[in-house]
């Protein structure tokens, strides 16, 4: 994407922070290290030293002390300065949204770019035999306020029915159902075609529950066949990007993504012109299953946008307020 760059606030995309002790979880996400929900399973651990000390839950450290993760020490520099930069992938099906899978499987991770001294964090989950947009940072804080429930960004998924839906189902749907982890719901159900047994709608949340989707659809006695998310918030999946690849944001996107969750924007990293040229190489090279044909030859295509207004496609059903 091309670049739309604002006045420079810090060099390389660094925006320096307080001086004031911070809590483990928010200093080490800061830093790419990773989520905060994964670093507090670490410090539960005793995974995370400071300054030679195993951490303790609701420790709160200094980007000048010493801080190490299974004894590899994390760059204070890191930890000092935002670097935000953020990817989208569209996942194919076979891959699982871990780092490392105890069976083997490939991983959401396992074609994203390589970084030095930093990581990329995933917003959320997509199951094995979901397909879609994915979302990576550096900056795990914005992964944690995307990922909130309390920032409610909503999330919008294709998904074809097998089974009859009716107009009390799709009302029942919006209005909420109790699922065995809560009440969960849809804000939208848009129909998006298809016909008989075999339709596709598209549907909003603005949570990300396990699995969520589909035991909505499940609660009413009819099966997801095929789910695909298209949207996260005000990131669109786009369609030039073929399935098992992966596009860095610009700085115009990056700082859309961190309005929406009342963030700051900061610089994008500049990169060298070797750096670039890698990155481009990388990419070219990210493997794409775009011709692989699903399971049994046949082939599936979803309009990946939502209705346009005043389109001829039946209007989105919501939840009444």
Known sequence: ????????????????????PERLQKLLSRAGVGSRREVDAWIQAGRV????NVAAPGDRALPTDRIAVDGKPVESRSAEAVVRRVLIYNKPEG??????DPEGRPTVFDSLPRLKDQRWVAVGRLDINTT???LFTTDGDLANRLMHPSSEIDREYAVRIFGEVDDDMIQRLLEGVLLEDGQASFSDISPAGGKGHNQWF??????????????LWESQGVRVSRLKR????????????????????????????????GMTPVDVPVKTPGEQAEHDRRRRKAPSRGNKKPAGGRKWQVDDSKPAPGSSRTPALRRKT
């Open 1 to 20: 994407m091309a670049s739309q760059r604002p006045p420079k606030q810090s060099q390389q995309g660094a925006r320096p922070v307080s001086g004031e």
């Open 49 to 52: 030293t400071v300054n030679g």
């Open 95 to 100: 891959e699982v949204t871990t780092r490392n």
């Open 132 to 134: 879609g947009l994915m």
């Open 202 to 215: 598209h549907v909003t949340l603005l949570e990300g529950r396990n699995r969520e989707v589909r035991r």
């Open 230 to 261: 298209v949207r996260y918030g005000p990131i669109f999946l786009p369609s030039r990007l073929s399935v098992g690849r992966w596009e860095e944001l610009d700085q115009k996107a990056v700082d859309t993504l961190s309005r929406a969750v």
